[in-house]
């Protein structure tokens, strides 16, 4: 089964910390993806990667930058944090665009 | 632009009758469409995908359709359990590689 590995369940940072979530997957996928969840809102895709070094905005990039230096990794930067980002964060691969496995999800705090 | 309605209202349904779900979308023509489980806290799991040229998916107890005309897919659990309460998520995508997430239906299966 593939796996999806995001470094932490529980995280609380405060207001203009630089947060990083990391997310590491083991079954050589090509594409990798984050979202946020919101109650109410559903989930909101914040960036893609189709391949090693590349990246695609989603729907909600602003205050996030990504990092995929390696196949199995993807991480989310938030640059300043600020209590907007409060949210549920999930990290999800996928060979094709369809068929994602996700992580357990980041829940992430800023106070 | 694109919507996906799920039913707003959560879902009781007795364990052991048929629990059916309704995901509907508008300006929209998906080539498939995939159905996803999400527990409280967790990331989603796929479940099943049909493709605008199948009129209906099984896996077990679970079974799709998908109505390209009605712009319609129907999700129907058979002799339901209480295992089965989740929240099930309705994603249509693939003719532009655009996903988008529908907020998702919470069923109940009472005892």
């Known amino acids: 089964d593939v796996k999806v590995t995001q470094s932490s369940r529980y995280l609380v940072k405060r207001t203009g910390e630089k947060v990083f979530l990391e997310c590491v997957q083991d079954?050589?996928?090509?594409?990798m993806f984050w979202y946020r969840q919101d109650p109410g809102l559903g989930l909101r895709l914040i960036y893609f990667?189709?391949?090693?070094?590349?990246?695609e905005k989603g729907d909600i990039p602003e205050g996030y930058s990504v990092s995929r230096e390696k196949k199995e990794r993807f991480s989310l930067i938030l640059e300043s944090a600020s209590t907007n980002q409060t949210s549920m964060y999930l990290c999800?691969?996928?060979?094709?665009?369809?068929?994602?496995?996700f992580g357990s999800g980041t829940r992430l705090t800023v106070v | 632009s694109q919507k996906i309605e799920q039913n707003s209202e959560a879902l009781n349904i007795q364990e052991g009758k048929t629990a059916t779900l309704t995901c509907n979308y508008t300006?929209?023509?998906?080539?498939?469409l995939q159905w996803y489980r999400q527990d409280p806290g967790r990331g989603p799991v796929f479940l099943l995908l049909?493709?605008?040229?199948?009129k209906e998916k099984r896996k077990e107890r679970l079974k799709v359709t998908f109505d390209t005309t009605l712009k319609q897919s129907l999700f129907h659990i058979t002799a339901s359990q209480p295992a089965d309460s989740a929240t099930y998520l309705c994603?249509?995508?693939?003719?532009?590689?655009?996903?988008?997430f529908g907020k998702g239906t919470r069923l109940h299966i009472l005892p």
């Open positions: 990667s189709y391949d090693v070094k590349m990246k």
């Open positions: 994603v249509p995508g693939g003719r532009d590689d655009k996903i988008i």
């Open positions: 049909i493709r605008e040229n199948e």
């Open positions: 079954m050589d996928h090509e594409n």
């Open positions: 300006n929209y023509s998906p080539a498939y």
């Open positions: 999800a691969s996928s060979l094709y665009f369809y068929g994602y496995t």
